[in-house]
């Protein structure tokens, strides 16, 4: 049988999802793999939605909102933006294709448009094949989830406009290329963090122990716990010798 996409699709209440509704009573054709969330405003689409649909294994995910300048409230899309742009990184990152996330504008008027907007990305994510048939992509999209759920990255996206347009509390402003790898540089070390949180969470480890099963130094693999073990994440249970043995932290902690 040939491969038939599993889509979902995240439409804004105001335009894309009106788009959908005209597009239905007009009649007008499109594949019917798409499964649509509705949601107030493309803005609201949390990134971990995303690639919690790819962990339960849909083969793509569309975000449609308003057309930028049309947004009901007011910057949502251009909110939107920042967090696909973001997202398509991560994806990136973990080895999960960013050409399954498909982010448009269509209005309320838009019929047609909507139609062809999904049939073009149906037949891209035909092209791609089923997610299944990358290896660990479960792994890779709870990976993927748990790096766009920090608060430090969620910061980052949120704060685009103003350190790019305001500047810092120093009134520096950085730009674009500065921007970027500075995210880059955070979207790494959380995701080295959620691959030491997924090494401890069943059994305590020592640094020496959890070095060797990611074929990391020492000194990387200390560093990150450090850092971790101060915000919270994961905490010393007991020792073996003079060393410490990690575990995820059993109170407060999010790894």
Not at 12 to 39: E, F, K, M
Not at 86 to 95: I, S, Y
Request: proline content about 4%; overall charge negative.
């Amino acid at each position: 049988m040939p491969f038939e996409p599993r889509i979902l699709g995240f439409l804004c209440n105001w335009c894309s999802y009106a788009g959908a509704d005209l597009a239905g009573v007009s009649r007008v054709q499109y594949p019917p793999n798409i499964r649509v969330i509705r949601v107030m405003c493309s803005g609201r689409v949390d990134p971990a939605f995303i690639f919690k649909a790819f962990e339960l294994g849909m083969d793509g995910v569309a975000v449609l909102g308003c057309h930028i300048g049309d947004c009901h409230y007011q910057t949502g899309n251009l909110q939107a933006e920042k967090k696909i742009e973001m997202v398509r990184r991560v994806l990136e990152e973990v080895g999960l294709q960013p050409e399954r996330l498909h982010l448009d504008w269509v209005s309320a008027a838009e019929g047609q448009r909507f139609g062809e907007v999904i049939t073009d990305f149906t037949n891209k994510i035909k092209e791609l094949g089923p997610i299944s048939a990358i290896e660990d992509y479960q792994k890779k999209a709870h990976l993927g989830e748990g790096v766009v759920g920090t608060d430090r990255i969620r910061w980052l996206v949120g704060k685009k406009y103003e350190l790019l347009e305001k500047g810092n509390v120093y009134g520096e402003k950085l730009d674009e290329t500065e921007y970027n790898e500075i995210v880059l540089r955070n979207i790494d070390a959380e995701m080295t963090k959620e691959i030491i949180c997924s090494v401890i969470e069943k059994e305590p480890l020592m640094v020496k122990d959890i070095s060797e099963k990611l074929s990391w130094p020492k000194q990387k693999v200390f560093a990150f716990l450090t850092e971790m073990e101060n915000d919270g994440r994961v905490e010393q249970v007991d020792f073996q010798g003079d060393s410490p043995r990690y575990r995820v932290a059993s109170q407060g902690g999010e790894c």
